[in-house]
């Protein structure tokens, strides 16, 4: 549909008397906009104390793969993927994971954290296992542990910050072994099993499998790393992420020691790259998740469009945020399909939409062009205060999602813009769509 500025606002409003008026009524979880674009053809705060006994682990749920059965489970089912996930805590790994791994759905992920508070954080989960409270180590045992206390107005800061890290550790200094006013401010203490990992991997993965590695445990990894060197375990691990904890005293590792640990690493090609769940990030997200927009996408990377001033005739074009229930959304796009404009029609879609509704998405994307918006809704007004790591996931969480469906969406409609936005989508090659004028307005009412 073509047309210079007048007609083209008197099109647009006959256009949408036709579909809104026929779901007018209807409207409530989403905005129907339009606009003239360039178009793409195509703690549970339990009382902590130093005093806390013994818990009896009765959130630890042995591991479901049968030991000494791995050649049989290989025979049947191919090799599998797994995600091992030392230090777990609050399942910022699992969530980064899933959010942005690629294929990371179909990683089976093992999860083993000390403190069994925070085993609700990962009850959402599905093919994952909960080793809680467990500590890997470099022997089978049982071990104190320590933990962060709940927060409470005069805790006072962690080096400097008052910070919130909810994380354990088996090794503590003699200060922080005092209570939670030095150091870490550890206030939790319990007696938990150990787990030999070295031993655990070789029983519980396959050669054949695809194992991730990921090791952030407060500086027990010296003892586990230098026995799975010594037991040749590296062998079963295809990717190693992690992070050395230099600082925090273990008995019996020099800084000679730990360098000596470091350097073998190094000279067997045993490589780790960074993993920073609390962060969002990792060492290999961007190479990973290479922009690919389709060639000849009209626009450029991080600029805002909200009309096609390019020189040539103006184009009217419909851009449609979907921001409701499978039901309403599927109902609003066939009315759209069913209109005889047959304008170009733009479709933005969550990332979590996708995810639940491949198919629906598939079928409009035979039409339409679907353009993204967040990984999933937030809270009004809440997805320009993110920090510039969660944007980053958010955005290649939606990007994924659609790939894994076949789509490579080159535009996005922000739910809200501000320049740490526009950086954001510039990243990841995404043209910014803002509309001309909205349906339904988002001020005044709606009642006629
Ligand atoms: C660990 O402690 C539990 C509970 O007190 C006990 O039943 C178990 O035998 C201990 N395990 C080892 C290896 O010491």
Not at 134 to 154: C, F, L, R
Request: with cysteine; charged share 20%; proline share 6%.
């Amino acid at each position: 549909m073509l047309g210079n500025g007048n007609t083209t606002s008197k099109v647009v409003f006959v256009a949408f008397g036709l579909i809104l008026g026929y779901s007018l009524s209807l409207l409530q979880n989403f905005n129907t906009t339009v606009n003239i674009l360039p178009t793409a053809s195509h703690d549970v705060p339990l009382r902590s104390s130093l005093d806390d006994s013994f818990r009896s682990p009765v959130l630890y749920r042995p591991p479901q793969i049968p030991q000494g059965k791995e050649q049989t489970l290989q025979e049947k089912d191919g090799p599998r993927k797994i995600l091992l996930d030392c230090g777990a805590n609050v399942a910022s790994t699992v969530q980064l994971f899933r959010e942005t791994y690629p294929d990371g759905r179909n990683y089976i992920i093992h999860s083993f954290e000390l403190d069994v508070r925070l085993a609700p954080y990962f009850a959402s989960y599905s093919n994952h296992v909960l080793h809680c409270p467990v500590a890997v180590a470099g022997e089978d045992g049982n071990i104190t542990a320590y933990a962060e206390s709940a927060w409470k107005p005069d805790k006072g800061a962690v080096a400097g910050k008052d910070m919130q890290w909810g994380g354990g550790a088996i090794y503590a200094s003699e200060s922080e072994k005092q209570g939670e006013i030095h150091g870490r401010r550890f206030g939790v203490k319990n007696v938990i099993p150990m787990v030999d990992l070295s031993t655990w991997i070789q029983e519980n993965t396959a050669l054949e499998d695809y194992v991730i590695f990921k090791l952030d445990v407060e500086g027990a990894e010296y003892e586990i790393l230098e026995k799975m060197v010594k037991e040749g375990t590296f062998r079963w691990v295809d990717k190693f992420y992690g992070e050395f904890h230099d600082s925090f005293p273990i008995p019996g590792w020099s800084v000679q020691r730990k360098q000596q640990l470091r350097s073998t690493l190094n000279s067997q090609g045993i490589k780790m790259l960074d993993w920073a769940g609390e962060y969002k990030k990792y060492q290999d997200m961007e190479e990973l998740h290479k922009v690919e927009i389709p060639e000849g996408t009209p626009g450029a990377a991080g600029v805002v469009y909200s009309n096609c001033a390019t020189g040539g005739p103006a184009r009217l074009a419909l851009t449609v945020q979907l921001g409701m229930g499978r039901k309403a959304a599927h109902k609003l796009v066939e009315t759209i399909r069913a209109h005889p404009s047959n304008m170009p029609v733009t479709l933005f879609v969550y990332g979590d939409f996708v995810q639940d509704f491949p198919d629906l998405v598939m079928k409009w994307a035979v039409r339409f062009t679907i353009g993204i918006r967040e990984n999933a809704p937030f809270p009004a007004d809440h997805w320009v205060l993110q920090n510039a790591d969660v944007m980053r996931m958010s955005l290649v969480s939606a990007v994924q999602r659609m790939r894994e469906v076949g789509i490579r969406p080159a535009y996005y409609y922000p739910d809200g813009l501000s320049d740490r936005v526009k950086d954001t989508a510039k990243n990841r090659g995404l043209r910014i769509i803002q509309p001309t004028t909205k349906f339904p307005p988002n001020l005044g009412k709606l009642e006629l």
